[in-house]
């Protein structure tokens, strides 16, 4: 996984949102962070 910003490397992590948590992709270069609806609406704008 590469960040769409920088092309870094991503980690796949743990958030805490705001009333529960959720995983996702974060860039330890520039602090991006990618979640699973995210990456959807990503995809669904491809089409
Ligand atoms: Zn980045």
Do not use: A, P, S
């Not at 590469?2 to 870094?8: D, F, L, N, P, Y």
């Not at 796949?12 to 959720?22: I, L, N, P, Q, W």
């Not at 974060?26 to 089409?47: A, K, M, P, S, T």
């Amino acid at each position: 996984m590469k960040c769409h910003r920088c092309g870094g490397t991503m980690v796949f992590e743990k958030f805490y949102g705001v009333c529960d948590e959720f995983f996702g992709w974060r860039c330890i270069f520039c602090g991006e962070i990618v979640d699973q609806v995210i990456l959807e609406n990503r995809l669904e704008h491809h089409r």
